[in-house]
């Protein structure tokens, strides 16, 4: 079951050595679990979307030019997001603002290749005895 993602949701970059956390304003005014629900265009590199760690993709033109200059050893630089599309798909059900919601399944390209996923909502479970 997909679950919409909020504020403080976990993020994953397949070209990223390390996770890293979705950042939503509250412009919306639709919270969940005490935080700002988010959407769809909630994308915007290093406001939205944090980096992670390192990049290690050559398709990126600094890791490129870094391990060039190492001769050919792959030389992994920091990370800067390149967003420039929506996640895709979005909720085909919940809109906030007009715009689909994000649920956990959704995938963001980066313009150097990455694939970013969501590993965590970010919403809280409580268990009641």
Known sequence: MA????SGGMLMCS?????????VQ????????????????DKIPMSNIMAFGMCNTLSNP???AATSAASGVLTPQP???????????GSPTVM??????LN????????????????????LT????
């Open 3 to 6: 679950q919409l993602v909020v």
């Open 15 to 23: 070209f990223g050595v390390a996770p890293s956390t979705i950042n």
């Open 26 to 41: 509250p412009i919306n005014r639709v919270m969940a679990s005490s935080m700002p629900a988010a959407t769809v265009m």
């Open 62 to 64: 600094q890791v490129a």
């Open 79 to 89: 990370c800067v997001p390149v967003t420039t599309v929506p996640w895709s798909p």
């Open 96 to 101: 906030i603002g007009n715009k689909p919601a």
């Open 104 to 123: 956990n399944s959704c995938q963001l390209m980066c313009m150097w290749g990455g694939i970013i996923t969501i590993s965590n909502a970010g919403q």
């Open 126 to 129: 409580v268990n009641v005895p």
